[in-house]
């Protein structure tokens, strides 16, 4: 692939992301899993994403208000520590939003009713993150105190496919997002370019009854935006990184045929247990327990 044909824009899963779960169905699922809720499906959710923020010109993912809450969720596919300070920003648009349209005057007696805020990020980035942390917005502080003036707190929660797993079974919405963007990532370390790997990856899954009714419909958008984003040194990067794993389990699995044993390899080499298995599994010895 020719670099005048490489894009980089990092807000495709964002957007997937965004398209996605403002669907109210998958917008209900998500939210009863991670708030451990049963609401029915004729629940009243009012999807009010924002747009385009006042301040800064930034957008939000997927923001909405069920009983009597205001829900903030946000994915990401790069960690960001700044997200309790974004997501300030973002509540204090709404909030003003919301103050607006009521009769009571900020400055008279009546209180101003809000709706109680929730802050989530879903995480499906590459890099090492947690299953879940709680973020906060006082670590951005420079003197830090023990009961912070203003406090805000987002749950991460990190969704990368084989995390979460119990999250995950309770919202199958949520488990084919993570699944479409395995299998583009697996198609991509096979030597695919990204196209041909986005395009598998969304047949294979609407095969497959993975994100199936959206797909059909945006197929050609969800394959375009896994184009524009396609980052080639970070691909290469990944190709460089798988062919050294492969490499180092075709030298383990060398010594195994010459005699080494699985102690040999733990003690000499550092090999984990899935190295070895997979060095085992290279010589057809997946099933046969080799000399300890």
């Given at each position: 692939m020719s670099k005048e044909n490489v894009y980089v824009n990092r807000e495709y899963?964002?957007?997937v992301f965004k398209a996605f779960f403002s669907i109210k169905e998958n917008c209900l699922a998500l939210y009863n899993a991670v708030s451990g809720t049963d609401y029915p499906p004729d629940t009243d959710l009012q999807i009010e994403t924002?747009?385009?923020?006042i301040f800064m010109k930034i957008y939000n993912d997927v923001s909405f208000v069920i009983s009597g809450t205001i829900n903030l969720y946000e994915h990401q596919s790069t960690?960001?520590?700044?997200?309790?300070?974004r997501d300030l920003f973002y509540i204090t648009d709404m909030y003003?939003?919301?103050a607006m349209k009521q009769k009571n005057d900020l400055y008279g007696y009546d209180m101003i009713r809000l709706p109680n805020p929730t802050f989530m990020v879903f995480y499906n980035g590459q890099d090492e993150a947690p299953e879940k942390e709680i973020l906060r917005l006082s670590d951005s502080f420079e003197n830090k105190t023990e009961n912070p003036?203003?406090?805000?707190?987002v749950h991460f929660i990190n969704i990368n496919f084989g995390h979460n797993e119990e999250l995950m079974?309770?919202?199958k919405p949520l488990r084919d997002y993570a699944i479409l963007n395995l299998?583009?990532?697996e198609n991509l370390k096979t030597g695919m370019a990204i196209r041909e790997a986005a395009t598998e990856a969304v047949d294979s899954c609407i095969k497959d009854n993975v994100m199936r009714d959206f797909l059909i419909k945006e197929k050609a958008g969800v394959i375009e935006m896994h184009v524009l984003d396609f980052d080639e040194e970070k691909h290469d990067r990944l190709l460089k990184e798988y062919?050294?794993?492969?490499?180092?389990i075709k030298d383990l699995a060398q010594m195994l045929s010459r005699g080494g044993t699985e102690a040999d390899l733990r003690r000499f080499h550092d090999a984990t247990e899935e190295e070895i298995q997979m060095a085992k599994k290279e010589l057809g010895l997946s099933d046969i327990s080799c000399a300890r």
């Open positions: 899963k964002s957007s924002l747009e385009n923020s960690i960001n520590p700044n997200m309790p300070l003003k939003a919301i003036g203003l406090e805000l707190l079974g309770k919202c299998r583009v990532r062919a050294g794993e492969r490499m180092r």
